[in-house]
């Protein structure tokens, strides 16, 4: 089974049972809802209001609804979303990943904890969801907002990029400059650079064109796809490979 089907049975969840018990199946439920805590079920009674006996129909019905659970221990219904997500860094994961390519119910995703609605609505304000609504009934659906490559990260370490002090005025070989007093390498090359040697002429000329004639060749395997370095060329296939088999 999966997430959708799951979801799907849970959502569409209708027992059909006298008009009074669904009434106070509702109200149970409205009531867990209401702060996600355990209930006992003398908490339960007192604040809706009803009899509530482990012979009776309304708490069979409860063992048997989808959205609660119960802990034999302590004797506690809890209420249970759809999605067992904690912050707007698992719903925006959760949609990423899991759901990704399918949508989610805005009204699924609101009910996850309290205070999810304005992190769903935080997260498709920053761009990392969007959602549509359908046409017919008129339900908002959201989706990821997901790069492939981008590494999604925490809202601290972005802080932290953009807190850095980098001056604009400040060139590429000035900055390089810059990280080597602080004992460090540039991490980024120029692929033309010259190449400084100690000899005369003939070492130059000899290092160019070593230089010229290397060759190097980058794979990514479990994609098949081959990538060039700019002005370097890739290894060619020998004759005897293109033969074999």
């Given at each position: 089974m999966t997430p959708l089907d799951g979801?799907?049975?849970?959502?569409?969840y209708r027992p059909k049972k006298p008009p009074a018990l669904l009434k106070q199946m509702y109200d149970v439920v409205e009531l867990l809802k209401s702060d996600r805590r355990p209930y006992s079920i003398t908490e339960i009674e007192r604040a809706a209001d009803?009899?509530?006996?482990?012979?009776?129909?309304?708490?069979?019905?409860?063992?048997?609804n989808p959205r609660l659970?119960?802990?034999?221990?302590?004797?506690s219904f809890q209420y249970k979303p759809l999605y067992n997500l904690k912050d707007r860094?698992?719903?925006r994961d959760f949609l990423n990943t899991v759901m990704l390519g399918h949508g989610v119910l805005r009204t699924d995703l609101d009910d996850c904890y309290i205070g999810a609605a304005v992190d769903v609505q935080t997260l498709i304000e920053g761009g990392d969801a969007f959602s549509v609504r359908n046409s017919e009934n008129h339900a908002e659906i959201v989706f990821g907002n997901f790069e492939p490559g981008v590494k999604l990260v925490e809202d601290a370490v972005r802080r932290m990029w953009t807190g850095v002090d980098f001056p604009s005025s400040m060139g590429t070989k000035e900055f390089e400059e810059e990280i080597r007093k602080v004992g460090l390498n540039p991490a980024v090359v120029e692929a033309d650079e010259s190449v400084k040697?100690?000899?005369?002429?003939?070492?130059k000329d000899k290092a160019d064109a070593k230089k010229?004639?290397?060759?190097?060749?980058?794979t990514n395997v479990h994609i098949g796809v081959q990538h060039?370095?700019?002005g370097v060329a890739p290894v060619e296939q020998s004759s005897k490979r293109h033969h074999q088999g």
């Amino acid at each position: 089974m999966t997430p959708l089907d799951g979801a799907y049975q849970i959502r569409n969840y209708r027992p059909k049972k006298p008009p009074a018990l669904l009434k106070q199946m509702y109200d149970v439920v409205e009531l867990l809802k209401s702060d996600r805590r355990p209930y006992s079920i003398t908490e339960i009674e007192r604040a809706a209001d009803l009899r509530l006996h482990r012979e009776s129909e309304l708490f069979r019905n409860m063992l048997d609804n989808p959205r609660l659970t119960y802990d034999s221990g302590s004797q506690s219904f809890q209420y249970k979303p759809l999605y067992n997500l904690k912050d707007r860094f698992q719903i925006r994961d959760f949609l990423n990943t899991v759901m990704l390519g399918h949508g989610v119910l805005r009204t699924d995703l609101d009910d996850c904890y309290i205070g999810a609605a304005v992190d769903v609505q935080t997260l498709i304000e920053g761009g990392d969801a969007f959602s549509v609504r359908n046409s017919e009934n008129h339900a908002e659906i959201v989706f990821g907002n997901f790069e492939p490559g981008v590494k999604l990260v925490e809202d601290a370490v972005r802080r932290m990029w953009t807190g850095v002090d980098f001056p604009s005025s400040m060139g590429t070989k000035e900055f390089e400059e810059e990280i080597r007093k602080v004992g460090l390498n540039p991490a980024v090359v120029e692929a033309d650079e010259s190449v400084k040697t100690e000899g005369g002429k003939e070492e130059k000329d000899k290092a160019d064109a070593k230089k010229r004639m290397r060759r190097i060749k980058l794979t990514n395997v479990h994609i098949g796809v081959q990538h060039e370095i700019a002005g370097v060329a890739p290894v060619e296939q020998s004759s005897k490979r293109h033969h074999q088999g």
